[in-house]
């Protein structure tokens, strides 16, 4: 028979039993069903449900720095076929063509400082204008002759830009090989490169037929296996009757 006594002794047991299922109960009340933590999932649910969707994945993929636009390839198989499938991501990769369609007329008056104006399609044929041009940023950059870009129209070289290739020219499957130079309405453009020869300063120009980065490294590599010296610390590439900008000056309407 069991004495009072143990059954004194028994009970703070019981009741610490009690106390502690209850302190787990409100943890699990407090914690588990806490507002942060529903925040938290109902922000997660919001963001898998945007990039699951593929308009708006697309278009959030599209202000990407190039970059990290060409990078987002190695995230996930659902971004690599959407980026290789979408016309607007391979026109921001330069691996399709982009039609501008701006064109910019030199204005030269007295007493002003002379400049380029947007002027619309319907009236280019008029005059002596140039199409707009966009270079590819991981390769190339806006060859400016002085200070401001109209002195490359007046100096009789607006659309020039400087061609580096990339470390990995070695390699025959870099994909920036098949990337554009340039969104350019032409792919003809005029290959100068200098070499000294006898003291002299010899200039040569070429005119490659494809204007993506891969055929001008390989008019380069043909012109060193001719024997001629090469700078391949980078090229001028000529554009005929274009005049390079950037996305932001294609919204403007005077270049100075």
């Not at 009072?4 to 787990?24: F, M, Q, V, W, Y």
């Not at 020869?197 to 005119?207: D, F, H, K, P, V």
């Amino acid at each position: 028979m069991t004495s009072s006594a143990s059954k004194k002794r028994s009970a703070p047991a019981t009741e610490d039993s009690a106390l502690t299922a209850a302190i787990k109960r409100r943890r699990r009340t407090d914690f588990g069903n806490s507002p942060m933590i529903t925040r938290s999932q109902t922000l997660s649910a919001a963001r898998n449900a945007v990039l699951h969707t593929t308009e708006l994945l697309e278009n959030i993929l599209y202000f990407l720095p190039m970059k990290d636009l060409l990078f987002a390839q190695r995230v996930c198989t659902k971004w690599r076929e959407l980026i290789c499938r979408s016309i607007p991501l391979q026109e921001a990769l330069f691996f399709r063509p982009r039609e501008l369609g701006v064109h910019w007329k030199l204005v030269e008056e007295p007493e002003v400082h002379p400049k380029l104006v947007k002027i619309v399609k319907e009236s280019w044929l008029l005059h002596e204008v140039f199409r707009a041009a966009i270079p590819n940023p991981l390769l190339c950059k806006i060859d400016v002759l002085g200070t401001r870009r109209v002195h490359n129209a007046l100096g009789g070289r607006p659309g020039g830009i400087w061609f580096r290739a990339r470390p990995s020219a070695a390699r025959p499957e870099a994909s920036w090989r098949r990337m554009l130079i340039a969104h350019a309405p032409s792919c003809f453009f005029e290959y100068y490169f200098e070499y000294p020869r006898s003291g002299a300063e010899i200039e040569t120009i070429a005119s490659p037929d494809d204007g993506n980065a891969g055929n001008v490294v390989g008019f380069v590599e043909e012109a060193e296996a001719e024997g001629r010296v090469v700078e391949w610390g980078g090229h001028v590439l000529t554009f005929r009757d274009v005049i390079f900008t950037t996305e932001e000056e294609l919204e403007m309407d005077v270049l100075e």
